[in-house]
């Protein structure tokens, strides 16, 4: 039995007119078989594998973040050590002993998913159609909710009263070179990431390139990086622009007047398992319904790792056109 897939992220011109062979055949393969309840759980299985691989290509936040990949049943903890100490002595003289002590947090974990139906009679005819919209809008808004509640973490972590938020009219690049010494003298890694809405990360290359010091700008030539928002390295900080920040409603829930200096280990993030799903007709109605979820959960545990910049000559939300 063959479950005809088309892939969203694949449409060049010069492929054109093979993928609208491929959607006429999904949409008679539908067609043929939509009564068959072990060809919908197949279909289903492989809708959910595409929405997978589409919310990995949208997803950023191993970029800034520890993630951990569990199983299901897994559990996730931060977990510290400390307590060990070296010593001098004369030779062969006694070295006391030091106590070690781990600081263990588990990770608490959510669930995020979603719930779609639609009418039978348009999934029999227009199955292609539904099926690459379904893929690319779920993978899209599973990132946004994530990103939401990762920033709602930093944010609840770096307020306005924190020692590691600074805020004034534009973008001072000695206020961001400040906050990158500190974060990265303050992190174990040294890896730190600059992430932001584009009218804050443009800010960054508007003013080197004003400031004729662009040389301090390595802007990011790999494509994959260029298509999930990495702009390039500034002083050893990858720059990385937020893509997805607005709700269904094109809302954005993302201040456009912040920048947030990220080092790696301020926080620890963790996926249960993999994508599951569901899917039914209703017995008394011709409505298809699909389901998917997954768990997932974080913890900023070093929020001195964090630097939270907020530019106070332009508003934090503006609503997009519809």
């Given at each position: 039995m063959s479950n005809t897939m088309i892939d969203s992220l694949n449409v060049s011109d010069e492929d054109r007119q093979k993928i609208r062979e491929m959607k006429e055949e999904a949409n008679r393969v539908a067609n043929e078989n939509w009564d068959d309840p072990v060809w919908r759980r197949e279909m289903a299985a492989d809708l959910t594998e595409e929405i997978y691989r589409g919310f990995q290509h949208e997803n950023l936040l191993s970029l800034y973040a520890n993630v951990e990949n569990l199983g299901f049943t897994d559990r996730s903890f931060v977990k510290e050590v400390r307590g060990l100490r070296a010593f001098?002595?004369?030779?062969?003289?006694?070295?006391?002993?030091?106590?070690?002590?781990?600081?263990?947090?588990?990770?608490?974990?959510?669930?995020?998913?979603?719930?779609?139906?639609?009418?039978?009679?348009?999934?029999?005819?227009?199955?292609?159609?539904?099926?690459?919209?379904?893929?690319?809008?779920?993978?899209?808004?599973?990132?946004?909710?994530?990103?939401?509640?990762?920033?709602?973490?930093?944010?609840?972590?770096?307020?306005?009263?924190?020692?590691?938020?600074?805020?004034?009219?534009?973008?001072?690049?000695?206020?961001?070179?400040?906050?990158?010494?500190?974060?990265?003298?303050?992190?174990?890694?040294?890896?730190?990431?600059?992430?932001?809405?584009?009218?804050?990360?443009?800010?960054?290359?508007?003013?080197?390139?004003?400031?004729?010091?662009?040389?301090?700008?390595?802007?990011?030539?790999?494509?994959?990086?260029?298509?999930?928002?990495?702009?390039?390295?500034?002083?050893?900080?990858?720059?990385?622009?937020?893509?997805?920040y607005d709700d269904d409603t094109r809302r954005p829930f993302f201040p456009a007047n912040e920048l947030w200096v990220v080092g790696r280990d301020a926080s620890k993030f963790a996926f249960f398992g993999g994508l599951l799903n569901k899917e039914y007709v209703e017995d008394d109605n011709w409505y298809w319904h699909y389901l998917a979820r997954r768990d997932f959960g974080g913890v900023v545990h070093r929020p001195e790792r964090l630097h939270r910049i907020v530019d106070t000559s332009q508003e934090a939300y503006t609503n997009k056109a519809s």
């Open positions: 001098w002595v004369s030779r062969g003289g006694y070295i006391e002993a030091s106590d070690m002590r781990a600081d263990v947090m588990e990770i608490p974990r959510d669930t995020i998913g979603f719930h779609v139906y639609e009418f039978e009679d348009k999934l029999r005819t227009s199955f292609a159609e539904t099926q690459q919209t379904l893929v690319r809008l779920a993978g899209q808004r599973m990132d946004a909710e994530i990103n939401l509640r990762v920033f709602s973490l930093f944010q609840a972590a770096v307020p306005s009263s924190s020692d590691y938020y600074d805020q004034g009219a534009g973008l001072s690049l000695n206020n961001l070179n400040a906050a990158l010494r500190r974060v990265r003298d303050e992190s174990n890694e040294g890896n730190v990431t600059i992430i932001g809405r584009a009218t804050m990360t443009d800010q960054i290359v508007d003013q080197l390139v004003s400031n004729n010091s662009y040389p301090a700008f390595l802007p990011e030539s790999n494509e994959e990086m260029l298509r999930r928002g990495v702009l390039g390295v500034y002083r050893g900080a990858r720059v990385v622009t937020l893509q997805n």
